[in-house]
């Protein structure tokens, strides 16, 4: 019994080894017979960048390998976005090398053919970029673009603008948008408006507003007009990555501007607002008025992260009180001059994506002291005091009899002197005499 179980396994393992064994000999056979791999190809012969000319399908085949592995190896692909940008994986795209070999024609140059998932390809860009409209973007254009740059097995860093797979629509979107609500439009800038609506911001170029209304060739605007404009500006900047590279403010705050905003223009003090629009697309500002209030817009792709203002850190300088003297007042009198306000001093922030601040500017605005005039000359001397009357006394009544034990008041004028003693005489003399 233990014999026959012996032989049994014995002619299991022979069978398995034979089979094998006519596997890989006749299976290679079949495999080449199937894909005639061992034709050549004539000269003048691609596939792909890759010249196979003079080599047999298997030989073909095996250096789109090797060349595909290599390119796996070094190969770079980045997605830009705006300001932004990321790796993308290029072992997304997937090669058809055996696929390529046996529908490649003599003497031609074919193409390497390769697959990219767009479904794939599109979760991965939005992770990457998550603020994005996803329903705004071509995949499918992007996904073939792809596969010609493993198809060309294009060496380098290769760099996909994604805007350029955006619909038009979405290229024109409200980027950043201001309005400034303090003062009204008067009707010079209402007539500049109509004339200018709006100016491109272009790439990688330096804007100066004082030499954009140069070209304007307007005279009309007055300085505050001037300064109005400039502030939404300014508001509209703030809320982009464009890089600020002049900002002003002047020593008292303007009553149409809120604390924070101003951007001061002056021709005769050469202040300027000049700020960069650092990305590789242009982009548009566009000035309407609305309920006669100035606003604003910044038109183009949106950005890949979220820019906001933010005011922080304000304080208060309480102003001092200056005292000046002068003869032309009277004493103890004065006049103000100046009644003084406060001064303030505020930091402006760019926010990005409601985390990283980068501070822009510090405005101050030094209190105004006050002034006052105080009379300079000294005190009167005091007027001379008038004698004061003494009141007269009243006579008493005339009395009908007197008393017994009365006594006769000496007359008036008659003072008793201090220096005699009681009980002794004035003089000797009149002494003798009594």
Known sequence: MKSFSFIKIMLSLIVITAYLIGFSYYGAHAYEKIFNLSVGFNEGTKIGPVDVSGKTKLEALKTLNNEIEEWQKTKKITVQYVEDKGAFDHKLI??????????????????????????????????????????????????????????????????????????????????SEALVSLGSVSPNINEFIINFPSVTLKNHTAFSFNQWMESTNDTT????????????????????????????????????????????????????????????????????????????????????????????????FSPKTILQFTPDLPFGEKTVLKTGSKGTMIQMFRQTNGKKEEKIAEDFYPPEHRVERHSSRAEPPPPPEEPVAEPEEEPDPPSEETPKDSEEEPPKGEEESPDNEKGKPDNPKDALTK
């Open 221 to 316: 605007l007055t300085e505050d007009e001037l300064n109005m404009l400039s502030s939404l500006f300014y508001r509209l900047v703030l809320k982009t990555n464009f890089l600020i590279l002049e900002k002003n403010q002047g020593t008292e705050l303007p009553s149409f501007i809120e604390l924070g905003y101003e951007a001061k223009i002056s021709k005769v003090k050469e202040l300027d607002f000049v700020f960069m629009n650092d990305n590789d697309i242009d982009y548009t500002l566009e000035m309407k008025v609305v309920n006669n209030k100035l606003y604003g817009a910044i038109k183009g792709v949106p950005f890949a992260s979220e820019y906001n203002s933010l005011l922080k850190n304000k304080q208060t």
């Open 94 to 175: 997937s090669f058809q090398q055996k696929k390529s070999v046996s529908e490649a024609a003599p003497e031609q140059e074919n193409t390497l053919l390769t697959e990219v998932p767009v479904e794939k390809v599109k979760s991965d860009i939005l992770l990457e970029f998550p603020k994005i409209d996803v329903q705004a973007f071509d995949f499918e254009a992007l996904a073939s673009d792809l596969q010609d740059i493993g198809a060309y097995l294009q060496t380098g860093e290769s760099v996909i603008d994604l805007t350029v797979y955006a619909t038009e629509d979405y290229k024109q979107s409200i980027v």
